[in-house]
């Protein structure tokens, strides 16, 4: 793996070009941090936490006003999937400053984002005192994080789906706006015939149609979170990692247990 891919938008530019962008003139109630600013914190943190970088990708669009970035952890007990930290920050309004962790699939740099670490911060008054505390507890969690995502991806992988479990899949996915529906015949023939061949061997897998989705739904990194969770969402209740309470209707974790390869 040579390095991490954002899909997105914008253009990708060096670590050392955050450095260069102007940060506007703070008003009276919105207070705009610099990018390099940001990502300087959450490279800290990790450092502090003893984990180390071995992948980056950044990118700005073409007025710098808006900045995105991946970092890849290290974790050598993988060898099929690692852990990104997704941030973003903005000098428009358009969205707060923020990080989302996710994964990245080894052999197709496919990107998800789960949701369950997860910050936001609006750019208003003490912005600078509270993300120092925020990232910390989000990076603090990655390692609770790292077993779930074992447990997710394994149990995608363990969970075989007929053609018709499938396509019902898919069109759940396309109620919660996983993909537009002009996309929905690609993610069909990905199911089909994947592109890559780790997919193929695999099997008719939720893996395998989870890949399906993030191979077709490379694109704008801003959407990515949003639409990889509601993915998530969807086939964790599938293959039972969720479940939903009769009470409340909402999708809770299920009181199940699964050995990792860890384990095994």
């Known amino acids: 793996m040579n390095g991490l891919i954002l899909h997105c938008g ?3 530019v060096e670590r050392s070009q955050l450095d ?5 003139q703070a ?3 919105w207070f705009p941090i610099p990018h390099h600013s940001l990502l300087g914190q959450v490279e800290n943190k990790l450092r502090n936490a003893g984990l180390k970088i071995v992948n980056e990708a950044h990118a700005l669009t073409h007025d710098g006003n808006r ?3 991946l970092l890849q952890v290290n974790d050598e007990q993988r060898r099929d999937f690692a852990l990104v930290l997704g941030i973003r920050n903005s000098h428009d309004q358009r969205f707060p400053a923020g990080l989302v962790v996710g994964a990245s699939i080894f052999c197709c740099d496919n990107l998800s984002f789960s949701g ?3 910050i936001d911060r609006k750019h208003t008054r003490f912005i600078n005192r509270d993300l120092p505390q925020l990232v910390e507890v989000a990076i603090g969690r990655l390692a609770d994080q790292r077993h779930k995502q074992e447990v997710r991806f394994l149990t995608y992988q363990r969970t075989e789906l007929t053609d018709g479990e499938a396509h019902d899949l898919v069109i759940q996915a396309l109620d919660a706006q996983v ?7 690609d993610v069909l023939n990905e199911w089909r015939e994947p592109r890559h061949q780790e997919f193929r061997e695999g099997g008719k897998t939720a893996w395998r149609l989870f890949n399906s989705f ?4 490379k694109g704008a990194l801003e959407r990515l979170p949003r639409r990889t969770q509601a993915l998530h969402g969807i086939l964790d209740t599938h293959v039972g990692l969720l479940t939903v309470d009769a009470q409340t209707g909402h999708a809770v974790p299920a009181d199940i247990e699964i050995a ?3 384990a095994i």
Do not use: M
């Open 116 to 118: 369950e670490i997860r």
């Open 179 to 185: 993909l537009p529906v002009t996309k929905i015949p």
């Open 20 to 24: 260069s962008v102007a940060t506007p």
């Open 67 to 69: 900045y995105f970035g």
């Open 10 to 12: 914008a253009s990708q």
């Open 214 to 217: 993030t191979e077709i739904g």
């Open 27 to 29: 008003t009276e109630t």
């Open 260 to 262: 990792t390869p860890q």
